[in-house]
C-alpha cells in the first residue's frame, strides 16, 4: 500500500525514496515529507553509518540489530513489541492432510519451554503464565501427540518406518533459525521424525507462501 506515502524513486537492494502523498485523507497531520530508506543488509555497516549521523533511525521494526550494539553507550529507545511466530502447514501436502498429523505435531511443540528459553533474546519475552492456561492440556503433550500420530498413521496406512522426512521454511531474519531449530528437535523427540530445515530470504519465503509451496514453514509477525 501506499496510504500516506507516495514512491518517488526506487533503486533495488539500494534506496527507497517516498513522497507524501497529496490525496491522503489526513495529509494536514502529516509531519515529514519525504523518507528515504537505504537498503543495507549488513548490520554492522547500518550502525556505522547511523553512529556518523548518516541514518535517523535503526532497528526495530524495519531492521534487527545484534545484541552487541546495545551496549555500546548509545541513548537506546526500547518499547515493547508484541510478536508471534507462526508456523504454517500445508494441508494439500502428504502427509499434512491428516489432521490427526497435524494435532501431533501442535502437541509435541512446548510453547512455554521455548517463550521461556529465549526470554533473555531480542527477538521474544515472556509470556505470564496466565496465558498459558488455554494451552495446558496440548502444550508439549507428549502421550496426546502419540495418540494423535498412531491415529494419523493408520489414516495413511504408514507405518513409523515409512513416515516421510518433513521440510521446514524459515527465514534468514536473525532469531528465525534458533526457533526452527527448538520445533525441529521437540518434534524430533516426541514424534521421532526428521524434519529438514531450509533457510531462505525473507521476499522469497512470502513467495513461498503466497504460493502454497511449502510443507511447513516459521514466519515472524509484529503487531
Known sequence: FNGPF???QWKKNQLLHLTSNPYYWDKENLSVEDIYISMIKDSKTAYQEFVDKKL????????VLPK????DGQQWRSQEVDRAWWIYLNTLSFPLQSASIRKALACAINRKHIVQSI?????????????????IDWDGNAAQATQFFDAGLKELNLDRLSFPELTFHYSDI????????????????????????IRVPW????LLLDRRDYQLAGCLRSS
Open 68 to 71: 552487541e550494539f546495545y551496549c
Open 56 to 63: 535517523d533511525w535503526i532497528g526495530s521494526p524495519y531492521s
Open 119 to 135: 526470554g533473555q533474546h531480542p527477538l521474544v519475552s515472556p509470556i505470564p503464565d496466565t496465558q498459558w492456561e488455554e494451552y
Open 6 to 8: 507516495l514512491i518517488q
Open 174 to 197: 536473525p532469531g528465525q533459525g534458533y526457533l526452527a531449530k527448538m520445533v525441529q528437535a521437540q518434534i524430533g523427540d516426541i514424534l521421532k521424525i526428521k524434519m529438514k530445515l
Open 203 to 206: 521476499n522469497n519465503l512470502s
